[in-house]
DNA sequence: CCGATCTAGTTAGCTTTACTAACTATACCG
DNA sequence: CGGTATAGTTAGTAAAGCTAACTAGATCGG
């Protein structure tokens, strides 16, 4: 039952938005496949598409402090996912590349059995996945609004 | 109705999807107000709208282990924003209620200055708000679904 | 009715996430 | 060149949530 035509007010939606964020988060991390936890597979992500960066690049766009960024490439590297080169520019900084091997296990944990996400998604209709495609759309607006 | 008539894949917006939650997640908790985490915020509101509850039954709502829901509950009693009756049909449980202080605390974390949530959605229009309302609306249904 | 088993809640201990404060070392500016 | 600003790190802390193991009340079969 869509209620397409009755006001939707913020107040009411914020307690349902948080109750569900908090909810899928649980899950996310419950199901965490690959081993990787669902930060460090956002942060292995964002290093991929976004190129080499450096640790403060890194935390700027993940939105966490910088030491946090400082664990993310410690992990990340630890486990082959990740290399740095020092930055010729700046000799207290480095920057941050994802490995092939880092590429394979994104790919992987985007399509693979193991992607509890991407299963559950798969099982929705085009019209849903539209509203979800659009809603993030709104959200991703919001976070970069509200910094 | 929109004007997308382009596919949207299922693995690309659980990429996305992932981004999303935790961002918002770590929001939510870096600006928590009146001194509850979201999860604690969210089990209070299930307690207080869903009635008196036994603890298993609120594991079972907010989709955590019972040991994390006697946490939630010795948390919320220890603020006086909950309290326990004994269940007259089980010497070995009780049910959890929301006092009024609770019920207070939680219409203030939905209106006042200190919602962070609330208030980043009161700059949205109508039309994004329904198209959260819509998602939330599948999300559940995906939450649901997946256990 | 009684012992065996099942179930609700709890306790203890661990892991992960992310924070702040404080430190090191390099960059930059007057 | 000296002082300040900035990048990254280290250390320590707190919260979230888990599993394993325990206690006590419920339930079921004989």
Do not use: C, K, W
Not at 106 to 113: G, H, I, K, N
Not at 127 to 139: H, K
């Amino acid at each position: 039952m869509p209620a397409t035509t009755e006001t939707v007010t913020s107040t009411e939606l914020a307690a349902r938005l948080r109750s569900n964020v908090v909810r899928l988060s649980r899950r996310l991390r419950r199901h965490a496949a690959s081993g990787l936890s669902p930060s460090l597979i956002s942060a292995l992500a964002v290093v991929a598409r976004r190129g080499p960066l450096t640790p403060s690049e890194l935390a700027d766009i993940e939105d966490v402090r910088r030491p946090t960024a400082t664990r993310f490439v410690a992990i990340l590297e630890n486990r082959g996912l990740v290399d740095r080169d020092p930055d010729p520019l700046d000799g207290r900084s480095y920057r941050v590349a994802a490995t092939a091997r880092g590429r394979v296990l994104l790919a992987e944990s985007r399509t693979r059995q193991g992607a509890y996400l991407a299963r559950a998604l798969s099982t929705l209709e085009a019209s849903d996945l539209r509203t979800l495609d659009q809603a993030l759309g709104v959200l991703e607006r919001l976070l970069e609004a509200g910094r």
